[in-house]
């Protein structure tokens, strides 16, 4: 597996218009690529707190001999935690913070999430897994073997945007039915052999069980659930004035991401007919963010450099 290289990296620490003394949480640590450009941003007041749901990004990170002798000396400059975007919040807390100057989120799976053992892969045979945190939750193998063709369906048609899910799905219960499905190898033909049947001609370098993987893993880690939590507590947690940085990689996210920004920097973006208290409807009724420039992607430069960042659409807010 190749080394991981970070998407957008001096854009996204640039865009979180980052103060010397300032606190920051970078919510996806990865590898560690933004926390370490966002540590060499901060003085000795400055604060980053980095997450990461993954136990082997954590674990990596706590080795990193950039990071060992911050994280050794216990000082509050920077820490590195275990956790999902949905405990950020808490996490905060715990350690005394309120308020930050800026939140960092790239939603990108790291390169060695793609090894063969964590069951991401459509290259490289392994178990089905597909977790981004092992220690908890069910693989992407158990959640196969029992689940229903019709939610099968509704799962790769609705996270994978897939034409084919119903025949896929069909696909996938025949199989099961004949063998368990335990390995990455083994979903990836069965549904190439579908998309295939229906594609004489399929133009590009993506495999045809792309977008079924996307839809099971997107399903198996609640990513767009845990990405709408972050998203909402993030206007509690920003300062006025600090930004909110999110990289996304497929559209389901970019589309989540946009329209969020959109509604909170307008006021009045209450719908009719909703029942709510006079303090209630004030408080929904402020704007609570603005959006910083436009969308931005990867120059060709990147691309040609990276291929994975082709998809990736960086997007800026600041709190009012």
């Known amino acids: 597996m190749s080394a991981h290289i ?22 996806t640590y990865g590898r560690g690529g933004h926390s370490r450009l966002i540590l060499s941003c901060l003085n000795q007041k400055g604060r980053l707190i980095a997450l990461d749901r993954d136990w082997a990004a954590v674990e990596a990170g706590k080795k990193e001999k950039s990071l060992m002798t911050e994280l050794k000396t216990g000082a509050p400059r920077f820490c590195l935690e275990h956790g999902s975007f949905s405990q950020m919040q808490q996490l905060l807390r715990e350690k005394g913070v309120q308020k930050v100057d800026g939140i960092l989120l790239d939603l990108g799976i790291s390169s060695p999430q793609l090894d063969a053992e964590r069951g991401f892969s459509l290259r490289a045979d392994g178990p089905l897994d597909m977790r981004m945190d092992v220690s908890q939750g069910q693989t992407a193998a158990q959640w ?16 994978g945007e897939e034409r084919y899910a119903r025949s896929i799905a069909r696909a996938i219960v025949m199989a099961r039915a004949r063998q368990p499905i335990v390995a990455t190898l083994q979903l990836a033909e069965i549904v190439a052999a579908v998309v295939r049947s229906r594609e004489r001609k399929r133009e ?7 977008r079924t993987f996307q839809a ?12 709408s939590l972050v998203l909402q507590q993030s206007a509690d947690l920003l300062k006025t004035g600090g930004r909110l940085v999110v990289i996304s990689f497929h559209s389901l996210e970019d589309r989540m991401v946009k329209r969020f920004m959109r509604v909170a920097a307008r006021k009045n973006n209450v719908p009719r007919g ?4 006079e303090d209630e409807l004030s408080q929904m009724n402020q704007q609570l963010f ?4 436009k969308a931005m992607r990867p120059s060709q ?8 960042s082709r998809s990736a659409v960086m997007r800026v807010a600041e709190r009012v």
């Open 204 to 210: 590009g370098k993506q495999s045809p069980a792309t």
């Open 216 to 227: 099971i893993r997107i399903f198996i880690n609640q990513e767009l659930e845990e990405l």
């Open 144 to 159: 196969i073997e029992t689940v229903s063709e019709t939610e099968l369906e509704r799962v790769i048609r609705e996270y």
């Open 290 to 293: 603005k959006v910083i420039g």
């Open 301 to 308: 430069k990147e691309i040609e450099a990276n291929i994975r």
């Open 274 to 277: 909703i029942p709510l208290r």
């Open 6 to 27: 970070t998407v957008l990296l001096h854009e996204a620490v640039e865009a979180l218009s980052i103060k010397p003394d300032g606190i920051y949480v970078d919510g």
